[in-house]
């Protein structure tokens, strides 16, 4: 039985205002619904390390959603991170939003011409079950000119965006060199992982 078939007896709530992360969503045919938008302060310690803080912000959002869950609710939440050093001695830096078009062309200096990792942390909870989980990619981009980057900033005002970038947008297609990992995870939602984990979660409840 397909995945979308096992999830006609349950609710799955996306909590994202995410455009992209609904598309990949409605793209892997699964049915689901958008949870009402939400305050969340999305803080997350000082000394945490640049690779945990996506799954972090993912629980921290799961947690903060207001509205208790029905029996056969399923709510998805996620979170998005840029972490470009730890070479030569660097530390690594967490790229967030930028809040504005001098911090976006800030970002993407840091990233051109180098290789940077993408983080998306997923928490999957029901009124009895939660799982945490992250994907990591590596993307590379060749030399961006200042032209070019502000161009981009301009034009796609990427604001929303970790990294201040969208791999599927105009700079993706003339800038990276290369990604090692899931394509869909530098979109903002590694879709394979989930698929999977909503089958396991599905025959879970199935076996009940």
Do not use: C
Not at 68 to 78: F, H, N, W
Not at 96 to 113: N, Q, T
Not at 146 to 165: Q, W
């Amino acid at each position: 039985m397909l995945l979308k078939d096992k999830l006609k007896g349950h609710r799955l709530i996306l909590a994202s205002a995410s455009p992209r992360r609904r598309q990949i969503l409605t793209d892997a045919g699964l049915p689901f619904v958008m949870a009402e938008p939400y305050e969340v302060d999305e803080i997350y310690p000082a000394d945490l390390p640049a690779a945990e803080v996506a799954e972090f912000l993912a629980t921290l959002k799961s947690d903060a959603y207001p509205v208790p869950l029905a029996d056969r609710d399923i709510i998805l939440t996620a979170d998005t991170t840029v972490v470009v050093g730890g070479v030569n001695g660097e530390v690594d830096e967490v790229l967030g939003k930028p809040r504005d078009r001098a911090e976006s062309i800030e970002m993407l200096e840091k990233l051109s011409g180098r290789a940077h990792k993408v983080i998306t942390g997923v928490t999957i909870r029901t009124p009895d079950r939660r799982e945490t989980f992250a994907a990591e990619s590596t993307v590379t981009f060749r030399h961006l000119t200042r032209e070019e980057i502000e161009y981009y900033v301009d034009t796609f005002s990427p604001m929303d965006k970790a990294g201040a970038y969208a791999i599927q947008e105009w700079i993706g297609y003339i800038g990276i060199e290369r990604i090692e990992g899931s394509f869909h995870n530098v979109m903002g939602l590694p879709i394979q992982m989930i698929y999977s984990y909503l089958n396991r979660l599905s025959d879970y409840y199935g076996a009940r």
